[in-house]
């Protein structure tokens, strides 16, 4: 299968504790987007980078929210000091920068935070 | 900002009946609209797009919208829906061509339940 890929699925952690989350696009897309999805709501769109370069931030994505794609290829999603409000599902998309208007979407990690 | 409303948070429709699923946005410019479909441990389905040319757009599945800028809406729509289809449907606005964004700005969904 060579669609969007995440790992893990599913995270239960505590309060106060740092999680990863990983994201692996289809190999030929140059953009990757995060976008965080509540339980009832729709997704939110969160950050997106070109390459490797952070290109824009959402007010959602508060300092404990960290976004890395050192290499242009793979990412990761780190929260820091996890509290109950940041438990959702997290979506990670990519796309070709010619086509942004098809972002393909991965299945997602579902966060729950005791 | 943009913002899309999806009045209908659940709709029960039987097999084989006609579906149509509401969606009205808010955008300052020319639209790009959406609709991906989302079922329980699957990603985000994209449905069809529109930004331009015909007004009703044919998408995947047997699904089809209509953008009516007037009524500032792109209502999808299905014929006669199979039980497969039970699902949750968003519809979504992209901010695709102004500065650098990229983002999608989505509605929140509505529930399609079908009953055999």
């Known amino acids: 299968d060579t669609g969007v890929s995440q790992n893990p699925r599913h995270k239960i952690t505590k309060r106060g504790q740092n999680v990863t989350f990983r994201c692996d696009p289809i190999?030929?897309?140059?953009?990757l987007y995060w976008y965080r999805q509540t339980l009832g709501q729709g997704p939110e769109f969160l950050t997106y980078?070109?390459?490797?370069?952070?290109?824009?931030k959402s007010r959602l994505l508060s300092d404990r929210f960290s976004a890395e794609r050192p290499k242009g290829s793979f990412s990761t999603l780190e929260i820091q000091r996890t509290e109950q409000g940041d438990s959702a599902m997290y979506l990670c998309?990519?796309?070709?920068?010619?086509?942004?208007?098809?972002?393909?979407f991965g299945p997602g990690t579902r966060l729950t935070v005791l | 900002a943009q913002s899309v409303t999806q009045p209908d948070i659940h709709i029960t429709v039987s097999e084989g009946a006609s579906l149509e699923l509401r969606c009205n946005y808010s955008?300052?410019?020319?639209?790009?609209l959406f609709w991906y479909v989302q079922s329980p441990g699957q990603g985000l389905q994209l449905l069809l797009k529109?930004?331009?040319?015909?007004?009703l757009v044919q998408g995947i599945k047997g699904f089809e919208a209509e953008f009516k800028r007037s009524q500032s809406s792109f209502n999808l729509r299905k014929p006669s829906v199979h039980w497969s289809d039970a699902a949750e449907y968003f519809c979504?606005?992209?901010?695709?061509?102004?500065?650098?964004?990229?983002?999608?700005?989505f509605g929140t969904g509505t529930r399609l339940q079908v009953t055999l």
């Open positions: 190999s030929e897309h140059n953009r």
């Open positions: 979504a606005v992209g901010d695709l061509y102004t500065g650098t964004a990229s983002k999608l700005t």
């Open positions: 980078f070109q390459n490797e370069a952070q290109l824009e």
């Open positions: 529109y930004f331009s040319g015909d007004t």
């Open positions: 955008y300052g410019a020319t639209p790009y």
């Open positions: 998309a990519s796309s070709l920068a010619d086509r942004r208007d098809e972002q393909f």
